[in-house]
């Protein structure tokens, strides 16, 4: 993912020359397509998040288009007080994109995981949050982020991540359906899709539907789309690689208590009591009940309820 | 002519804290004179064409001290000076800390450290398209305990951004004490040379040095240039020049009534 999106920056600046790309010394064998096309529209800021958001700003305030990269608890958490003031509070044209969203960098230890990104970000004033599962995602948010002129956030995984689509995506609106609506519905953020489509698989298999949808973009302007989807069902487990207190399943939590009839939310994140434990995506995953078995777990106890 | 409009500000700010019962008046009393010398006599900026291409482009990074740049810009008409009457009232358009939805504010500022890198970002844009002016941000004393603002001045220091010029209202009291005291930076001209800067050490209320300092920089290449305004917090005002109580405390209105005694 992190090297589409670069490949589609490149591509949108031939036609562009008010983009530009920061970075917070970080994008080794990533960034340079970008750094080759587009040499005096990007800088190496070094190790100084804060400045590196603040000139973002000052840039965009000219009318510019511009793009800040690092690590997700970097690209974040060190400089929020800068994406609060400086960019959301001024309405400004600035894709914070992060890399390691979620637990791909799980064997760094906890100052790698990026998983209270959503949280403190999604609070934000005037700000759209991008979580793209995969490569054809990734096109799609994409393409909703170069018409976005306000303050976005696009959370990237590592790289290397499995296509889960086959073809380009094709929807109206922020909500992309992979198994129609059901009893029993999956919503996923990021990508976590994998672990959510085998699941849904796993059902299949075995005769029982279970609904599946893919939500990358969280912003108020999704909600109406999840509130006509939720108020269509009864029971929908959300899953995101990101800790469960104010994440994705809040987001869809916090709609679901203004409807009429609130509909049964189950939400699968990373747990609390866990969230400094140690090791590969794939083993923490595991540990805290978002991969497939985890997630075929979950629903195994609502078919029997 | 700046000092004239430098009476005017010393009377409104005055004005405005006390019947406001507010603080900073300490801040803004220190920098008045730069304020008045900049804006009567350096910066170009339009109040008929807020957002012209080639305006400089002003950030105040102490951005407690507001009320001194409202003046500023109400004496030059870009809004009606009765608006200062509402100075952190009710649903005013003037809060405390200074904000860009004010007509001739570029940018919002209140928590220190975050003005010189946006200044930084429209400097380098500025000069990418050949737009002459020049990018001035007005920094405290205090704030120079900021990581952010040392970012800043590396990197434009590395670049070599010489349309960025910053301004430090050396006043040697911070919001606890005496910067000399809680992190010494003296002497602090130095630093910001061995970061790469061009770098001025004056009198801040001297008009003739403000001035002239200013203009040296404006033409100065090769480097960003600083202006470090060595300043009294609270001048004007007896009882509060040098003391730290006049960033907390509004003029009394016998204070205030003696200033206005004066004009």
Redesign the interface.
């Known amino acids: 993912m992190r090297n589409r999106f670069v490949h589609n920056l490149v591509k949108y600046c031939e036609k562009k020359n008010n983009v530009y790309l920061l970075t917070g010394d970080l994008g080794f064998s990533v960034l340079e397509p970008f750094i080759e096309k587009n040499p005096?529209n990007f800088?190496n800021?070094?190790v100084?998040e804060?400045?590196m958001?603040?000139?973002?700003?000052?840039?965009?305030?000219?009318?510019?288009k511009v793009f800040t990269y690092s690590i997700s608890n970097f690209a974040t958490s060190r400089c929020h007080?800068?994406i609060r003031?400086?960019i959301c509070?001024?309405n400004l044209d600035v894709t914070v994109v992060a890399v390691g969203g979620g637990l791909p960098y799980g064997t760094h230890g906890y100052t790698h995981h990026g998983i209270e990104d959503i949280t403190i970000i999604r609070c934000l004033p005037n700000m759209t949050v991008y979580v793209p599962a995969d490569r054809f995602e990734l096109e799609f948010c994409f393409d909703k982020i170069i018409r976005n002129k306000s303050p976005k956030y696009l959370r990237l995984a590592k790289g290397g991540e499995s296509d889960l689509y086959t073809k380009k995506i094709v929807t109206k609106g922020n909500l992309i359906e992979h198994q129609k609506l059901s009893e029993i519905n999956i919503l996923s953020c990021g990508t976590i899709l994998g672990e959510a489509i085998e699941c849904s698989n796993h059902f299949e298999n075995k005769g029982i539907k279970v609904g599946l949808f893919s939500c990358p973009v969280i912003s108020p302007d999704s909600i109406p789309e999840l509130k006509k989807l939720l108020s269509q069902g009864k029971t929908f487990v959300t899953v995101e690689e990101h800790k469960k207190l104010g994440g994705f399943g809040s987001f869809i939590s916090e709609i679901s208590v203004a409807l009429k009839n609130p509909v049964r939310i189950i939400s699968c994140g990373v747990l609390s009591e866990g969230y400094n434990l140690v090791g590969s995506q794939k083993y923490l995953r595991s540990l805290h009940g978002i991969d497939k078995a985890g997630l075929v777990k979950v629903i195994n106890k609502l078919i029997k309820k | 002519m700046s000092k004239l409009f430098a009476k005017k500000l010393l009377e409104d700010v005055v004005t405005m804290t006390s019947n406001a019962g507010t603080s900073h008046v300490g801040g803004c009393l220190s920098c008045l004179d730069i304020i008045s010398v900049l804006f009567s006599q350096i910066i170009n900026i339009d109040k008929k064409n807020l957002k012209f291409k080639d305006r400089d482009r002003f950030i105040l990074s102490k951005g407690h001290t507001a009320a001194i740049v409202y003046s500023a810009l109400a004496n030059l008409g870009f809004y009606p000076k009765k608006w200062l009457s509402t100075f952190i009232q009710d649903g005013t358009k003037l809060p405390g800390h200074i904000d860009?939805k004010v007509p001739g504010v570029?940018?919002?500022?209140?928590?220190l450290?975050?003005g010189?890198?946006?200044?930084?970002?429209?400097?380098?844009?500025?000069k990418?398209?050949k737009i002459k002016s020049k990018?001035y941000v007005l920094l405290s004393d205090g704030e120079m305990n900021t990581?952010?603002t040392w970012?800043?001045i590396?990197?434009a220091g590395h670049h070599k951004v010489d349309n960025l010029i910053a301004i430090v209202d050396k006043n040697k009291i911070q919001s606890f004490g005496e910067t000399k005291d809680i992190i010494n930076l003296d002497p602090l001209d130095e630093k910001w040379s061995s970061f790469g800067w061009n770098t001025y050490d004056i009198d801040g209320h001297n008009h003739v040095e403000i001035k002239r300092a200013l203009r040296s920089a404006k033409k100065f290449t090769g480097k960003p240039s600083v202006i470090i305004c060595n300043t009294i917090k609270g001048k004007g005002i007896k009882d509060f020049e040098g003391k730290l109580i006049s960033h907390y405390r509004p003029p009394s209105k016998e204070q205030l009534n003696d200033i206005l005694s004066k004009s």
């Not at chain 1, 958001?53 to 510019?64: D, P, Q, R, T, Y």
């Not at chain 2, 570029?106 to 928590?111: I, L, N, Q, V």
């Not at chain 2, 010189?116 to 500025?126: F, H, T």
Request: charged share 15%.
């Open positions: 005096k800088f800021m070094g100084a804060q400045n958001i603040g000139v973002a700003s000052g840039l965009a305030l000219e009318g510019n007080e800068q003031n400086d509070y001024h | 860009h570029e940018f919002s500022t209140g928590s450290g975050h010189l890198s946006v200044g930084l970002g429209m400097a380098i844009s500025m990418r398209n990018a990581g952010s970012e800043s590396m990197f």
